[in-house]
């Protein structure tokens, strides 16, 4: 989730809407600071004003297509961001972190379900994925070189969903690129209709399939990571799946949609798109053995909470309430 | 080459002294900035100041060593600074640029005589390596972003020597990394003596074996690269092994040294070094091809010419003449 894009933010001093939102949703207030990462002058006060055990490093450009067309912003700000927070943290003695990591540093899957232990790197076709790998990559040498270093790197496959309250959830800039937001604004009336990118993979009907995680279950596993940082003497960089390990089709995350949300959802098959694969799930064991977490909600779950959030947000963040 | 470090800078406001050096042997003059690539706005003014059409990029920090002890600044140094100086280039539609990267990108051979073809990136052990695959990797997203860039990566083998007139050289901050600056120090009595990391490779005499590769050839290899640059209409990131061919081992290096110096150089074999192979060296008939470009210098005068510098030089250019 990005919390700061242009839409999200308020007015100037204003907290943006989600993190508003989240204090609604708990009862506390957050202290939030709108820097960017690459303002290392900045990143020194707040490390200078406050103390921490720990650091969740979420921030980042996420988008895979347009990683394509500005692969330079994407390493800028990406991999230069992350390095200016390490050096920073590194300075303060701050020497456990939370990555938030990705699936796609797998490249094509070679075998499934994916495990840890999977090559990663070979064949990277986007910016994106590689400025993760590299961030990997950075970490794992950083931890070589000073053993007081713990981090935990998370590797997503695919988020989806909202805080079932339906007052917080994905709201992306322009029209959305991932599979779950895009048949939610289909659902909704904003987009027409749906192209699915081939139907003669592999698979259970022959579309893509995915392993689909719901935004809380990812949530609770970033607490179970801190949880573990905060109360164990390990160090190194530790890589981990966040997945549920089980795989659903195009159509079948269609279908389950279409009967929650009760609407038609146009979909028209069209051609494979270059660099996506058949299937891709994870092995979700070693999350549940190291961190004791694993994903308890269903695609169905997946599915209603996008739809209540969709509904009640038609027009994200923005909707006048 | 290293200009930049303290050693070598003369004071406030006067070039450093290979740049003065270089000045005498060619006659011309040399217009030089020292600033950082991580300051972005110093870079900018510069790009703004002069029209350039084609940018040739040495800067970095190049040990190996060290770049396991301070990871993160290796990274930021050469990553982020790279990705500066890609930015501005941008910014200001120079879109040619000759790269200076390295064999250690390929890590362990997998096959040798070593091709431009030979994966890179694969168990790459140091900082050092990584941060060249890294910015090798970002220049091949850049060029695929943007047709109009034209990138030559040059993968430099073993560069040993120096200028034949002795006056311009290796001028290594402290104990010297590299095999011959080592052996240099060791014959003009710098240092007492020389370990040599293993004698049971697979090799002619069981020392490991690399492809040394004369630093004129080096630089002819660079001008090559920038009139190919200026006369041709191919665009892309093609990278290009610099290298003889020839691989020659710990001893043939030192008894040639030996001979032409007419010292004895004291060693002693001990265990091999963790991360080092047996042999390295490169197929180098694609620079032919492509550039037009051999290397033309034997060992013999590599270690002649280190020597009459080495002599001439005993501590580096702070030797006083």
Chains 1, 2 share one sequence.
């Not at 990559?137 to 909202?162: H, M, T």
């Not at 779950?180 to 192209?195: E, F, K, Q």
């Not at 996008?306 to 309430?321: A, N």
Request: charged share 20%.
């Amino acid at each position: 989730m990005e919390f700061l894009n242009k839409n999200d933010a308020g007015g100037e001093g204003e907290k943006p809407v989600p993190i508003s939102q989240v204090e609604k949703l708990t009862g506390k207030q957050v202290t939030f600071y709108a820097i960017d990462l690459l303002d290392y002058n900045s990143l020194t006060e707040i490390f200078d004003k406050h103390e921490f055990c720990c650091v969740i490093h979420f921030a980042g450009l996420k988008a895979v297509g347009e990683s394509c067309i500005i692969p330079l912003t994407y390493y800028q700000v990406n991999v230069c961001g992350s390095i200016n927070l390490f050096l920073v943290m590194k300075e303060h003695n701050v020497k456990r972190l939370v990555f938030s990591s990705s699936s796609t540093v797998y490249g094509e899957p070679q075998f499934l379900p994916i495990t840890e232990s999977h090559p990663v790197g070979q064949n990277l076709l986007n910016g994106y994925a590689k400025s993760k790998y590299y961030i990997e990559g950075i970490l794992q040498d950083l931890c070589n070189s000073d053993k007081e270093w713990f981090v935990i790197i998370l590797r997503y496959f695919n988020p989806v969903g909202a805080h079932s309250s339906g007052t917080l959830g994905e709201d992306p800039n322009g029209i959305p690129n991932n599979l779950m937001p895009y048949v939610a604004h289909v659902a909704v009336g904003n987009i027409p209709n749906l192209n699915v990118f081939g139907n003669d993979y592999n698979t259970i009907d022959g579309t893509g399939v995915r392993d689909y995680l719901h935004i809380m279950d990812l949530a609770e596993g970033h607490v179970s990571a801190l949880e573990k940082m905060l109360k164990s003497n390990d160090s190194g960089a530790i890589a981990i799946n966040l997945g549920t390990g089980n795989g659903y089709s195009v159509l079948q995350v269609i279908n389950m949609f279409s009967e929650v949300s009760k609407r038609k959802i146009k979909y028209e098959i069209v051609g494979r798109r270059s660099g996506d694969c058949g299937s891709s799930y994870c092995d979700a064991s070693f999350a549940k053995e190291y961190l004791g977490w694993e994903a308890k909600r269903t695609l169905k779950e997946m599915c209603e909470d996008t739809w209540r959030w969709q509904s009640l947000y038609p027009q994200g963040f923005s909707t006048k309430t």
